[in-house]
Nanobody, 116 residues
Framework: QVQLVESGGGLVQPGGSLRLSCTAS????????MGWYHQAPGKARELVAS???????NYADSVKGRFTISRDNAKRTVYLQMNSLKADDTAVYYC??????????WGQGTQVTVSS
């Protein structure tokens, strides 16, 4: 069984920064892609950023230049550094990992609120 534990969410003022972390544990032999989605109230879940096992990254247009995704394979952890946060970034953020066998696993979600 694979578990993903997220941390780092919270309340921040506009223009501030947060760093999300997501660590995988359990029976997974090899992790390929890792990433983050977010879901605002009343909206569909959207991809924020992803990173392949080789380190290639992909970002939603709305976060390019402000967010940075990274991973530590030895720690089975993916990070999302979020800078210059805006009210529109307010959402629940979910991490995911994909196994080499093709399965996708999700974290429980962490709330990010950007408000003055």
């Amino acid at each position: 069984q694979v578990q993903l534990v997220e941390s780092g969410g919270g309340l921040v003022q506009p223009g501030g920064s947060l760093r999300l972390s997501c660590t995988a544990s359990g029976s997974i032999f090899s992790i390929s892609a890792m990433g983050w989605y977010h879901q605002a109230p009343g909206k569909a879940r959207e991809l924020v950023a992803s990173i392949t096992s080789g380190g290639s990254t992909n970002y939603a247009d709305s976060v390019k230049g402000r967010f940075t995704i990274s991973r530590d394979n030895a720690k089975r952890t993916v990070y999302l550094q979020m800078n210059s946060l805006k009210a529109d970034d307010t959402a629940v953020y979910y991490c995911y990992i994909e196994s080499a066998g093709g399965g996708r696993y999700w974290g429980q979600g962490t709330q990010v609120t950007v408000s003055s």
